[in-house]
């Protein structure tokens, strides 16, 4: 994949709380986990096609997806500047997550 210092930037929230192995799979992602119990992901994303990937992977953990939001440039942290790519990731609803 090409890098894109443009790519624009999405903020994602879960419901329940991501494990770490879980959490491998966002790679370029800032992943927090709010007081709420929610997860939030917030990071660049390449194109459309790398957002379905990572929405397919959400899916497949069988995690309830609360939001997406595309950042404006105020909201976005530029210490996240590596796009998240939506190449094949292992695992399914077996995972863990606590909710």
């Given at each position: 994949m090409t890098h894109n210092?443009?790519?624009p930037r999405y903020e994602i929230r879960?419901?329940?709380?991501?494990?770490a192995r879980r959490a491998e799979r966002f790679v370029?992602?800032?992943?927090?986990?709010?007081d709420s119990g929610e997860t939030q992901l917030v990071g660049p994303v390449a194109d459309q096609a790398a957002l379905y990937g990572i929405l397919d992977r959400?899916?497949?953990m069988g995690v309830p997806l609360l939001t997406v939001r595309?950042?404006?440039l105020a909201d976005?942290?530029?210490?996240?500047d590596r796009p998240a790519s939506c190449g094949?990731?292992?695992?399914g609803a077996d995972d863990d997550v606590t909710q």
């Open positions: 210092d443009d790519a879960l419901q329940g709380h991501l494990d370029g992602m800032r992943i927090t986990l709010l959400i899916r497949d595309r950042l404006d976005a942290d530029d210490d996240y094949p990731q292992d695992g």
